[in-house]
């Protein structure tokens, strides 16, 4: 099991391994007129595209095409393309998320008085590191209102 920090450095979002090695990061490039979200992933970058009624889903692309999309209604990540995999998840004070019922990756938010809180994120080892900072960024930025209680 793979065991992570993530924490909010300006207006990105870290993961960083145990030793504090960055994993890789979640970029929130927006201004008046434009607004971003991407993943960056050993040197590369990985566009997300806010899709959907009411831009609920997320869609994870590079220039080969989409690599995962998320499906809110069914509560599941599916990776596209050559050797498709779905991937359940559930939102709540723990995020987490299974394949075939077996935890996969467990998100746990340490709140912070006065400052950003910092999420504890366990990864079983042969998990994709770039599906979890794309769960990572679903679980905790786009619709944090939907899972957990709110305080």
């Given at each position: 099991m793979k065991k992570y920090i993530a924490q909010h450095h300006k207006k990105q979002f870290v993961l960083l391994s145990d030793d504090n090695q960055e994993i890789g990061r979640i970029v929130n490039n927006s201004n008046f007129f434009n607004f971003r979200h991407y993943i960056i992933f050993k040197s590369r970058s990985y566009d997300i595209k806010n899709v959907g009624f009411l831009k609920n889903d997320v869609e994870l692309f590079n220039g080969n095409g989409i690599i995962y999309f998320t499906d809110l209604?069914?509560?599941r990540?599916?990776?596209s393309g050559e050797g498709v995999r779905i991937y359940q998840f559930n939102l709540n004070k723990t995020n987490q998320l299974f394949e075939k019922g077996k935890l996969l990756i467990e998100i746990k938010e340490e709140?912070?008085?006065f400052k950003d809180s910092i999420f504890h994120v366990e990864v079983e080892?042969?998990?994709?590191?770039l599906l979890t900072l794309l769960f990572l960024h679903y679980s905790t930025k786009e619709f944090n209102s939907i899972g957990g209680d709110g305080d």
């Amino acid at each position: 099991m793979k065991k992570y920090i993530a924490q909010h450095h300006k207006k990105q979002f870290v993961l960083l391994s145990d030793d504090n090695q960055e994993i890789g990061r979640i970029v929130n490039n927006s201004n008046f007129f434009n607004f971003r979200h991407y993943i960056i992933f050993k040197s590369r970058s990985y566009d997300i595209k806010n899709v959907g009624f009411l831009k609920n889903d997320v869609e994870l692309f590079n220039g080969n095409g989409i690599i995962y999309f998320t499906d809110l209604a069914k509560e599941r990540i599916v990776k596209s393309g050559e050797g498709v995999r779905i991937y359940q998840f559930n939102l709540n004070k723990t995020n987490q998320l299974f394949e075939k019922g077996k935890l996969l990756i467990e998100i746990k938010e340490e709140k912070k008085k006065f400052k950003d809180s910092i999420f504890h994120v366990e990864v079983e080892d042969s998990v994709d590191d770039l599906l979890t900072l794309l769960f990572l960024h679903y679980s905790t930025k786009e619709f944090n209102s939907i899972g957990g209680d709110g305080d």
